[in-house]
């Protein structure tokens, strides 16, 4: 698997990667790509193709933003930038979908988050974080789990991984860009944050 930068992509591969978000979100009802994709994204600054085009979240300092490729076949995406509230905390996996047929392939695990993890640290941030919105927060449990014989701090992760130092949950959720989220993360050094600044009030 290859992951390409968006910003380094040709004019016509960035053709063909908003064309493959419209296939996405003409195939699928899930809430997951419902901000992937409209037909009216040059006006919706909620959709992805207007936040890689039209600001900076994903671009130079402030963030970057993959395509995954299964040689010239485009599978899936996901970027990780610079929070808003901290910006010494990296969101990673922002707007990520592999393909159904290659969700077994562990590519999250070995390819997507090992980069913004290296991205994170490459630009000085001392948390890398994961978000989960209502609907997916049962993803969590699959970053929490553990095989036979493994020990809590470790399980079987290697430098590279996410949550190679350990994997953090807050027990309650907080306010990303006024949406309910619930965050697991890493420590990258021994700076934390204060969570409870942005913690969710109903």
Known sequence: ????????????EKERFINYLKSI??????PAVENMYNDDWDNLPHTLPYILEHTGRFYGENGVFHIIYDIDNIIGCGGVYKSFFD?????AGVRTYVDVNYRHNSILRECLLPIHKS???ENNCNIVALSFNEYNKNIIEIFKRRRLGETLDRMNRESH??????????DYPVNIQ????YVIYEL???????????????
């Open 1 to 12: 698997m290859i992951c390409k930068n968006f910003y380094d992509l040709s004019f016509n």
């Open 25 to 30: 979100k003409e195939q699928s009802n899930s």
């Open 87 to 91: 910006n010494n905390i990296a969101l």
């Open 119 to 121: 991205w994170a640290i």
């Open 161 to 170: 991984h996410m949550f190679y130092n350990g994997l953090h949950e807050l």
């Open 178 to 181: 006024n949406t309910k989220q």
């Open 188 to 202: 990258l050094n021994d700076h934390n944050y204060n969570w409870e600044d942005i913690k969710w009030k109903e």
